[in-house]
T-cell receptor, first 114, second 112 residues
């Protein structure tokens, strides 16, 4: 499978716990994006990386959220002290160099905070 | 699988008919637009894109029309099939690829 992959696909956690999601972009795509999607809404931008550099963060990304892409390949998104409002689908997308407009999405990680 | 877009506008069409899904965008500076299809439990799937210097682009069974005067985008699907049933989102980009801004989505239901 050469598409964007995300793990886990589903995560149920109790309020106050920390969670970490992983995204593996399409091979050789240098840009990687994180979005959040709640039911009935389109995805909302959280942050993006060009190679290992995190270049932009949305105001939606509170200080409880941190994203990394240490080697410019896979990325992780960590949420600390989860809140019920964090329940959402977390989507990762990647785009190739020179094709930054074309973002290809993974299947998402569905987070439920109880 | 989970349901995407429980309270979205819905377009119901008969199999074989043509479908037209509309989208209004907000930023006149946007220079690139994409239509995505999202099936239940899956991430958005790229369908077709168009740049702001064009007003029409055709793909396989799909056509996107862009009217910059009224900031309107439409997706036409010819000979709609049951497999086209999904939620469709338009997205705009005005920041050199850094982020996409998505519209609210439309659910397409195809009746066999």
């Amino acid at each position: 499978d050469t598409g964007v992959s995300q793990n886990p696909r589903h995560k149920i956690t109790k309020r106050g716990q920390n969670v970490t999601f992983r995204c593996d972009p399409i091979s050789e795509h240098n840009r990687l994006y994180w979005y959040r999607q709640t039911l009935g809404q389109g995805p909302e931008f959280l942050t993006y990386f060009q190679n290992e550099a995190q270049l932009e963060k949305s105001r939606l990304l509170s200080d409880r959220f941190s994203a990394e892409r240490p080697k410019g390949s896979f990325s992780t998104l960590e949420i600390q002290r989860t809140e019920q409002g964090d329940s959402a689908m977390y989507l990762c997308a990647s785009s190739p160099q020179g094709g930054e407009y074309e973002q290809y999405f993974g299947p998402g990680t569905r987070l439920t905070v109880t | 699988g989970e349901s995407v877009g429980l309270h979205l506008p819905t377009l119901s069409v008969q199999e074989g008919d043509n479908s037209i899904i509309n989208c209004a965008y907000s930023n006149s500076a946007s220079d690139y637009f994409i239509w995505y299809k999202q099936e239940s439990g899956k991430g958005p799937q790229f369908i077709i894109d168009i740049r702001s210097n064009m007003d029409k682009r055709q793909g396989q069974r799909v056509t996107v029309l862009l009217n910059k005067t009224v900031k309107h985008l439409s997706l036409q699907i010819a000979a709609t099939q049951p497999g086209d049933s999904a939620v469709y989102f338009c997205a705009e980009n005005n920041n050199a690829g850094n982020m996409l801004t998505f519209g609210g989505g439309t659910r397409l239901m195809v009746k066999p």
